[in-house]
C-alpha cells in the first residue's frame, strides 16, 4: 500500500507564489509517475503536471508559471507555482501510479492508484 501527503497549500493574492510537496510511503518501489491534479469548487477535477524520471508534463493553463520536481529516489514530487492566478483556486491533490507518464493519459485521473487528501490553495485578486 502506497500512502501519499501533500503539504505546503495557503492563501496568496495575485502574482504570488506557493510550493507544494508531496511525499510517498508505503510500498513506494513501484511507483513510475507521479503528478498534481486540482478541483476548484463546483468544477471537476484536472490534471495539473505530471512527472517521472525522464518527462515533465503540464497542462497549458499552467506552461511556463508552474514548475514540477521529481525526487525519484525519495518518492517526492514538488510543484512550484509563481505568478498564481485567482483562477488556480483549487484543492490541489496528489497522485501516483506504478507505471511511466505518458502523453496520452498523463492527465487522466483514472490512470493513478494512489491519492492524498489535498491540499488548499487559493489565490485572491
Known amino acids: 500500500q502506497v500512502e501519499l501527503a501533500e503539504a505546503g497549500g495557503g492563501s496568496v493574492q495575485y502574482g504570488g507564489s506557493l510550493r507544494l510537496s508531496c511525499a510517498a510511503s508505503g510500498h513506494t518501489v513501484s511507483i513510475d509517475c507521479m503528478a498534481w491534479f486540482r478541483k476548484p469548487l463546483g468544477k471537476e477535477r484536472e490534471a495539473v503536471a505530471a512527472?517521472?524520471?525522464?518527462?515533465?508534463y503540464y497542462t497549458e493553463s499552467v506552461r511556463g508559471r508552474f514548475f514540477v520536481t521529481l525526487d525519484r529516489d525519495k518518492k517526492r514530487i514538488s510543484l512550484q507555482m509563481n505568478g498564481l492566478k485567482p483562477e488556480d483556486t483549487a484543492m490541489y491533490f496528489c497522485a501516483a501510479r506504478d507505471v511511466y507518464c505518458y502523453t496520452e493519459d498523463y492527465d487522466n485521473s483514472a490512470q493513478y492508484e494512489y491519492w492524498g487528501p489535498g491540499t488548499q490553495v487559493t489565490v485572491s485578486a
Open positions: 512527472a517521472d524520471p525522464w518527462s515533465s
